[in-house]
Nanobody, 120 residues
Framework: QVQLVESGGGLVQAGGSLRLSCAAS????????MGWFRQAPGKEREFVAA????????YYADFVEDRFTISRDNAKNTVYLQMNSLKPEDTAVYYC?????????????WGQGTQVTVSS
């Protein structure tokens, strides 16, 4: 079973930046697309960003508005999310998962996530 461990969250002021990491263990994910999701209090978990297995292709939710960059290092079995120009509405727990072709999460289980809190 693949284990996904997210890290890098924290408390930041609006306009600030954070870099999230998602480390996978259990098996290599270098041949699979990966994605970031987030869940704000009282809301459904939502898709944030996707990266292809090679890292050459990326896709973002509309609300990202060119503020986030997803990338991966297959040698480290790790996916990153660089978040700039953060807004209070970005406050959420962020999770990663392997992606299906329709950008839905492949696994029905999640890591512990990493909390991102953006103050105004």
């Amino acid at each position: 079973q693949v284990q996904l461990v997210e890290s890098g969250g924290g408390l930041v002021q609006a306009g600030g930046s954070l870099r999230l990491s998602c480390a996978a263990s259990g098996r290599t994910l270098s041949t699979q697309a990966m994605g970031w999701f987030r869940q704000a209090p009282g809301k459904e978990r939502e898709f944030v960003a996707a990266v292809s297995w090679s890292g050459d292709s990326t896709y973002y939710a509309d609300f990202v508005e060119d503020r986030f960059t997803i990338s991966r290092d297959n040698a480290k079995n790790t996916v990153y999310l660089q978040m700039n120009s953060l807004k209070p509405e970005d406050t959420a727990v962020y999770y990663c998962n392997v992606l299906r072709a329709d950008f839905k999460p492949l696994y029905d289980y999640w890591g512990q996530g990493t909390q991102v809190t953006v103050s105004s």
